[in-house]
């Protein structure tokens, strides 16, 4: 690397293409059953949430609140598991492990900014739920669509500010080889640790736009969960308790899904913690691609509103189905 730093800028080498080497320890035989697990997780993210997003616009009575931050939340899943998984695929099915520069930095954009876009969203949940519990019957008046896709067009749009200045200063940095990213998909660390340039200025910037889109929202989901737990706890019928409860419950475990393996994994990176290479890349694709694999169950699948609609459209095709049999006979 040194000696690399010492060469004038014309005797460099220039990275036209880099190299996904995805999990350093899987060894060739497992290939294919691989590929296979990260297709069957990708047709169930395409399935289930494109379910939500067709759902929420075909049914007009479920184009309430809740249901607004259901459909972003789905549209970001379904653009970041896209974004991601087809490389991935490809990587273990044809063993396709080349990737263009500029390909790689615009995957790396997309999926810190999706993953960003993802925080925000959670938090806007939290808040819906908050309200919902602690403040029913202001409820329609603080939440109403036009406040929600307020707050949803804020998440989409302040998060591609922040990300999109990391990866154009990352894109400027010097890149001479190695060119081997070890890591399933383009991601920030993987890119800028091959830059033959010292990167701590920059990666203090970088770190601290990661807490930021991270904590800030983190930060207003525990303060509006402490506040749904302390109001759940003053209701006297325990019927009550539980179904409020309930109701949160499957959020809650999304969230700690979600935050704590990339908490873990951001600060271990702060502080130098030395992770097995493989376990941390499945730590990461565990937040990335298992919470948008159970989103549809959890948020959908399991609300009463749903299923009333689903149930009432079936009974309506039934219906017709037996109207147009009765007319021909």
């Not at 060739?28 to 997003?53: C, D, E, K, T």
């Not at 653009?79 to 273990?92: D, G, N």
């Not at 949803?152 to 400027?172: D, E, Q």
């Not at 999304?254 to 502080?271: D, M, T």
Request: contains cysteine; positive net charge; glycine residues 4%.
């Amino acid at each position: 690397l040194h000696e690399e730093l010492a060469m004038p800028e014309a005797n460099r080498t220039q990275i036209t293409e880099f190299f996904i080497l995805g999990f350093p320890g899987l060894l060739p035989q497992y290939h294919s059953l691989v590929s296979a697990l990260f297709f069957l997780i990708y047709v169930a993210i395409l399935i289930g949430n494109g379910f939500i997003v067709v759902v929420i616009i075909i049914e007009k009575n479920l184009q309430k609140p809740t249901y607004l931050i259901f459909g972003n939340l789905a549209v970001a899943d379904l653009a970041f598991s896209t974004t991601t998984l087809p490389k991935i695929i490809a990587r273990y099915w044809f063993g396709s492990q080349a990737i263009p520069f500029s390909a790689c930095f615009l995957q790396m954009f997309f999926v810190h900014y999706l993953g960003s876009v993802n925080s925000f969203l959670l938090m806007i949940m939290a808040i819906d739920r908050y309200i919902a519990i602690c403040n029913p019957l202001r409820y329609p008046m603080l939440l109403k669509n036009t406040n929600v896709f307020i707050m949803c067009a804020f998440s989409w749009g302040i998060t591609i500010f922040i990300v999109a200045n990391l990866a154009i200063r990352a894109v400027t940095l010097p890149f001479c080889g190695p060119d081997v990213i070890v890591h399933c998909y383009c991601d920030h660390i993987g890119i800028t640790r091959l830059a033959c340039a010292d990167i701590r200025s920059y990666s203090l910037v970088a770190l601290i736009s990661a807490m930021l889109v991270l904590f800030v929202p983190l930060f207003f989901i525990i303060f509006t969960y402490v506040q749904i737990i302390l109001s759940v706890m003053r209701i006297a019928s325990s019927e009550g308790r539980y179904k409020a409860f309930s109701t949160c419950s499957s959020q809650l475990c999304i969230i700690a899904l979600y935050y704590l393996p990339r908490s873990f994994v951001y600060l271990a990176n702060v502080v130098n913690i030395t992770i097995n290479t493989d376990f941390r890349i499945v730590l990461i694709l565990t937040y990335s691609l298992v919470p948008p694999m159970i989103n549809p169950l959890i948020y959908c699948f399991k609300t009463k509103e749903i299923k009333q609609n689903l149930v009432k459209r079936l009974r309506f095709k039934t219906a017709e189905n037996r109207m147009r049999c009765t007319g021909i006979s």
